[in-house]
C-alpha cells in the first residue's frame, strides 16, 4: 500500500505522518520494521532490497520515503514498479514538506494509483476554526485540567499576531493555554504573551497599500514604531516583501505557478502569500519601489531624514 502525502501546510502534513507512525506502532511493537529513507542518499534499489527484504519478526515494514521528487531516476524507477508497490503487504508513505510540481507525470500517477492527502494553507476562517479545536484538546482528563477555551476577540488578536504559520501557532496556543490552566484565554493574555509577528503585519501594509488604503497601512506600521521596533528593521522587511514581489512578478509571465518556489529559492508560503498581490503591480512600479526603499535606507543612514518620518513618506508615494 501506498500512501502520498504533501502540501504548504507542512505542519498539519506532519502531524498527519506522526499520526501514521504512531498507528503503526501500536500495531507493530517491535519498531524494527519502520524505516526512513531519503532519496538524496540512497537510490530506488536500496528502496527495492529493503522491501523485498523478508522480516524476522513477520511484521508489516512502513517506509517512509522523503525528497522523492529530487531524483528523476528514482521517480521513474518507482513508477515502473507502481503497481506491486501498491499490491504489497507493506505500507509506503512519500512524504513531501510542500507542493511538488504538478504537471509531472509522477506526480499526476501518484494521484491516480495510491492514497493521496493534500495539506494547503488554512484559510482565515480555518484557521480560528483549528486553534479553537487545538485550544480544546490542550485540556482533558489526561492532562490534568479541564478544556481551554479562547475568547472570540482572543482568537481574533492571536490569528491577526500570528497568521497561518502553524508552527509558530501551536506554540502561542502551548504557551497561552499553560499560562492560563483551567481557564479561559482572554484579549489582555494574547496581547501579554504573544508577540505580533512583524513579517505579517507588513505583509498587511502592503496589502493594504496595493489597495490604496494608506491609513490603515500607517496604522499597522506606527503600531510597530509604537511598540519599539526599531525603523530599519522594519524597513529592511518592506525592503524583503517587495524584492519577494518582484521576484514572483518577473516569474509569473515565464513560470507556471508550480515552479515559482523552485525557480525563486522562495518558500512556497512564501510565494502563495505573494502571487495574488503581485497582480495589483505592475512590473515597473515594483522596480520603482524598490529603488525608492533604496534610497530612504540611504538618506536615513547619512543622517538626511528622521527614520519615522522617512518611513511616513515612503508609504504615502507608494
Not at 293 to 308: A, L, M, R, Y
Amino acid at each position: 500500500m501506498i500512501y502520498f502525502i504533501y502540501g504548504q501546510d507542512s505542519y498539519r502534513s506532519k502531524k498527519k505522518l506522526e499520526e501514521i507512525i504512531l498507528g503503526y506502532k501500536k500495531v507493530h511493537k517491535s519498531g524494527l520494521n519502520l524505516v526512513y529513507i531519503d532519496t538524496k542518499k540512497k537510490d530506488f534499489k536500496d528502496f527495492l532490497g529493503l522491501l523485498k527484504t523478508n522480516s524476522m519478526f513477520a511484521e508489516k515494514k512502513l517506509i517512509i520515503l522523503k525528497n522523492v521528487f529530487s531524483d528523476l531516476k528514482f521517480c521513474e524507477d518507482f513508477l515502473k514498479n507502481i503497481k506491486s508497490l501498491e499490491d504489497s503487504k507493506d505500507i509506503v508513505v512519500a512524504y513531501e514538506d510542500c507542493c511538488p510540481d504538478q504537471r509531472t507525470k509522477f506526480f499526476k500517477a501518484l494521484q491516480k494509483n495510491v492514497k493521496c492527502q493534500e495539506f494547503s494553507c488554512l484559510s482565515p476562517v480555518l484557521i480560528k476554526k483549528w486553534v479553537a479545536q487545538e485550544f480544546s484538546a490542550q485540556g482533558g482528563p489526561a492532562s490534568g485540567w479541564k478544556k481551554n477555551r479562547i475568547e472570540s476577540d482572543a482568537l481574533d488578536l492571536l490569528v491577526s499576531f500570528v497568521g497561518n504559520d502553524l508552527w509558530q501557532m501551536a506554540n502561542e496556543i502551548n504557551k497561552l493555554s499553560n499560562y492560563k490552566k483551567n481557564g479561559t484565554v482572554k484579549k489582555e493574555d494574547v496581547e501579554l504573551l504573544v508577540k505580533p509577528n512583524i513579517e505579517n503585519d507588513i505583509f498587511k501594509t502592503i496589502d493594504a497599500l496595493a489597495s490604496k488604503n494608506k491609513k490603515l497601512a500607517l496604522s499597522l506600521l506606527h503600531k510597530h514604531l509604537d511598540n519599539g521596533d526599531n525603523s530599519l528593521y522594519l524597513l529592511s522587511m518592506i525592503a524583503y516583501q517587495f524584492k519577494n514581489l518582484l521576484v514572483i512578478k518577473e516569474l509569473q509571465n515565464i513560470q507556471p505557478y508550480g515552479l515559482i518556489a523552485k525557480k525563486s529559492g522562495l518558500h512556497p508560503f512564501v510565494v502563495q502569500k505573494s502571487y495574488y498581490l503581485c497582480s495589483q503591480f505592475s512590473i515597473e512600479q515594483l522596480k520603482k519601489i524598490y529603488q525608492k526603499i533604496f534610497q530612504v535606507d540611504s538618506d536615513i543612514k547619512t543622517g538626511k531624514i528622521e527614520p519615522e518620518l522617512a518611513l511616513d513618506l515612503l508609504l504615502a508615494e507608494i
